[in-house]
């Protein structure tokens, strides 16, 4: 990273506090912004080699709730993307190395839009655009050297404290502390440097000592007929296949198993 700093959007979430300070062990100036701060973008960005996208950490309760906050990430993240293509010599996180032109996108999501997130379908569904939103980035986005990719952080915030999870993210007494959010850090900050060119719109769940590629869906079973489909021959056709399966669990959503 050789340009003045990096934009970290996400304000003082968990996950911005972590990398701020990790940056600034490293002699790296952070510079925060919110989801509320849209005006200061154009400002801040001709600053900054790296964006890390992380305004999209709302907690499955502020989501419910306050459902403007995922608006408001909404809002930032198209102007941040519209500054993208009407500002290419100040992309948000360009920066040069050799003569190569890159840049490095990284959103924050939600295992939510993978297991359904029962009771609050809002969340899963908000969480879901910001895979997609990240996945047409990545697309748009290639052709400028920029690399798009969404990370799944888990990590003990007051949201795991809280209620049934509180036990499972609990601080160990001793030994290795998987859900400490510093371990999210480094992985971000390897997405953000050059070595990681050929990863974009990727998917990842990273916490403790693991990180998973969420590998895509892809297309199953194909019901094909000779003409106009009837209702019948929709019946005769699909009814024994879903006989062999699960309700739920064989299908889209994943199931935990924890």
Not at 174 to 183: Q, S
Not at 215 to 238: C, I, R, S, Y
């Amino acid at each position: 990273m050789n340009r003045e700093g990096v934009l970290l959007l996400g304000g003082t979430g968990f996950i911005v506090r972590a990398l701020a300070g990790r940056l600034e062990r490293e002699g790296i100036a952070a510079h925060i912004l919110g989801r509320h701060n849209v005006e200061r973008l154009a400002d801040i960005l001709p600053l900054c080699g790296t964006v890390i996208h992380l305004a999209s950490t709302t907690t499955p309760g502020s989501s419910a709730s306050h459902p403007e906050l995922e608006s408001d990430n909404l809002t930032l993240t198209l102007h941040l993307l519209k500054l993208l293509q009407s500002q290419p010599e100040t992309h948000l996180i360009f920066f040069s190395s050799g003569g190569t032109v890159y840049g490095r996108l990284v959103s924050t999501s939600s295992e939510a839009f993978l297991y359904g997130s029962v009771g609050q379908p809002n969340y899963a569904a908000a969480k879901a655009g910001i895979v997609a939103m990240t996945m047409g980035a990545a697309q748009a986005l290639v052709k400028y050297g920029v690399t798009a990719n969404v990370i799944m952080p888990r990590a003990r915030t007051d949201m795991t404290m809280g209620g049934g999870t509180a036990a499972m993210f609990e601080k160990p007494a001793e030994g290795f502390d998987h859900f400490d959010p510093a371990h999210v850090a480094p992985f971000v900050g390897y997405l953000a440097s050059p070595r990681s060119q050929r990863i974009t719109g990727y998917v990842f769940v990273v916490w403790g000592k693991q990180v998973t590629v969420v590998e895509g869906p892809k297309l199953g079973k194909v019901f094909e007929n000779d003409g106009h489909w009837t209702v019948d021959q929709l019946d005769a056709a699909m009814s024994p296949h879903f006989e062999k399966l699960r309700p739920i669990m064989d299908g889209f959503a994943i199931i935990p198993t924890a």
